[in-house]
């Protein structure tokens, strides 16, 4: 029997709605799945597209500080002993002498298996990076990393951009990208994975500068989160403890969301100072400073770098948005995504699959499509219909009925309050540009006429 209970969200919730329909699937499931990767389906690549396309949006397209890069996943081998990643990107492992399973020793109580309850070994330092070779000769000189955080591209091309650019400080580049991570232990659906994308910035600032644009992007960062719809509550933000600081760090805070699983990091904002610039400098003996006009001397800009990833704000954004509520005595589970991020922003429903109501509805799904992603079903009830569509996060549905053929109008029906209007079929398209941009006011074509019908 259906659950009638609304209840609050959990992680089995969202994987199951996740892979019922169609956002993510485990990869290579026909094989029994592969540990920690994921598949992101037909609904999944479009909320994930909208999220990142709304970072670019906000941090590149909206700014003339920022410009943009997409640097090669594969980089010189010399980038990750400079960056420290060769010596310090590792976790401390422990082996189970019973049970020969594998964790990180920071992550188990009084040195035990949390499996079996075994004895554990001495913690050995892991490095995190996935190593491969390039070419066909499988030797010591040929080896590669997939890269552990996209960061280090933006780096290492910090002249090019300079120079092709001419930007002055402060400036920033930002990048969105795959990176990957032999992590000891993963789980939490996307939350921790082995393959994954961040979206990051390095913004580059006079030093001086440098904890007031820490104190910036953090609160800047917080309220991207804040205007995409996740609620404030559900945000945190938590400085690292000295003991905690990565290498590189002077100062790090992180974004936690409260996930099902308890408060996780969602975005770490450091300011790295001039650690990186001058690592890269010592190591390919290139010069990797700033010439400042005012002062006539080259200085080594500081970094404040927002790094986020992009599947936890997936996971955020599904979370935050999923809801149950009693519907006409039945349980309707909505997400109540932001219109931008929904990956589907209207779905085209015929009331009938009747030849001269198909036709007219196909009219208009073929003319709202060079807008938006629109969904077309004509399948069971348009209630069922209705509860499908919330589901995945559809803010509005148009229904063509018989007496649409009449009087060429049609009904929009909202996500989330679940009232109706009926619209001309002219002004569609202007009424739900209107409605998706947040707008209340419908616009119309002078003589238009709209009326609001209640639970039809
Ligand atoms: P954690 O402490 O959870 O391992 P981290 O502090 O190592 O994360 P950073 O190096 O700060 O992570 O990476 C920046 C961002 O990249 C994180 O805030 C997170 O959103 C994302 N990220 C890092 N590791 C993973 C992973 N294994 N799977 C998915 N996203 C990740």
Redesign the pocket.
Known sequence: MAEKTPGSVTMEKIVSLSQRRGFIFPSSEIYGGLSSCWDYGPLGVELKQNVKQAWWRNIVQGRDDMVGLDASILMHPQTWAASGHLEQFTDPLVECKSCHLRWRSDEVADNRCPSCGGELTEPHLFNLMFKTFMGPLEEEANVVYLR??TAQGIFVNFQNVLTTTRKRLPFGIAQIGK?F?N?IT?GNF?????E???M?IEYFVPPETADKWFDYWLEERRQWYLSLGIREENLRLRPHSKEEL?HYAKKCY?IDYNFPMGW?????I?NRGDYDLAQHAKHSGKEMTYFDEESNEHIVPYIIEP???V???VLAFLCDAYGEEIAQGELRAVLHLHPSLAPYKVAVLPLSKKENLAKAAREVYDDLRPCWMVHYDDTQSIGRRYRRQDEVGTPYCVTIDFQSLEDKQVTIRERDSMNQIRVPIAALKETLAAKLAGEDLFVLPEGGQIWKEEGK
């Not at 996307?190 to 082995?194: E, G, K, L």
């Open positions: 552990p955080e990176a991570r992590e993963t996307i939350f921790r994975s082995r994954f994308e961040q990051e990565a992180d996780s990091e969602l975005e770490g450091a790094s986020a990833g599947d936890r704000s």
